[in-house]
């Protein structure tokens, strides 16, 4: 079965320093998301991407934040001047569609570690 | 503002015990629902999802789920669990009105199976 493949799987970064992130979505999908989820909390949405541009963002998703797809194949998501609170795992997501027979498929996420 | 909530936060079983998990939902309007799976060490995983039709849905691995639309709830059940069934299971909700296609997590349920 075809996975959405993230790398990498631990990245540990300077506060302040920019991080990137990145995805690899499943070939035939159209629709691209991100979530994060912080130690202990729920999985949340950040981002929702379709036809080169941002669908949905979340109040999470500052001015601190972007998404692209720079080519045919990636997916990523760009912390500029990263936080000690973007310490989590961020979860990259693809679908074929957002109608009810295509389900996201989960990545097996990066662990985000602000030192 | 959508929200979901999964009420037990860590369940712990001996195999062949049955399972119920519950997930409630906080929003009026049409709703697709799903559980998710994230066995140890591994991506979020689709168990089953709603969409229309029967309430009753059955998923991978011997999950099923009822809807239950006046109650606003979707639990999940097994009828007997094995130690391979130790997860976190997470249960998310799509608005219909949403174009964009995010999900909304509950706060996941850790599945202990005592072998």
């Known amino acids: 079965e075809p996975e959405v493949t993230q790398t990498p799987s631990h990245q540990v970064t300077q506060m302040g320093q920019e991080v990137i992130l990145r995805c690899v979505p499943i070939?035939?999908?159209?629709?691209f998301y991100w979530y994060r989820q912080i130690l202990g909390q729920k999985v949340e949405f950040l981002v929702s991407?379709?036809?080169?541009?941002?669908?949905?963002k979340s109040e999470i998703f500052d001015d601190q934040f972007s998404v692209e797809r720079p080519d045919g194949s990636n997916f990523t998501l760009k912390i500029r001047s990263t936080k000690l609170e973007d310490s989590a795992m961020y979860f990259c997501a693809s679908s074929a569609g957002t109608v009810s027979n295509q389900p996201q498929h989960f990545g097996d996420g990066t662990r985000l570690s602000i030192l | 503002a959508q929200s979901v909530s999964q009420h037990n936060h860590h369940v712990i079983l001996s195999e062949a015990a049955s399972l119920e998990l519950g997930c409630n939902y906080s929003?009026?309007?049409?709703?697709?629902l799903f559980w998710y799976v994230q066995y140890p060490g591994q991506h979020l995983q689709l168990l089953l999802k709603?969409?229309?039709?029967?309430?009753l849905v059955k998923g991978i691995k011997g999950f099923e789920a009822e809807f239950i639309k006046s109650k606003f709830s979707f639990n999940l059940r097994k009828p007997s669990v094995q130690w391979s069934d130790t997860a976190e299971y997470f249960c998310a909700v799509n608005a219909l009105y949403n174009q964009g296609g995010k999900l909304i997590f509950g706060q996941g349920t850790e599945l202990s199976v005592k072998p």
């Open positions: 929003y009026g309007g049409t709703v697709n």
């Open positions: 070939s035939n999908h159209l629709y």
């Open positions: 709603y969409f229309s039709g029967d309430p």
């Open positions: 991407f379709y036809n080169n541009e941002i669908s949905e």
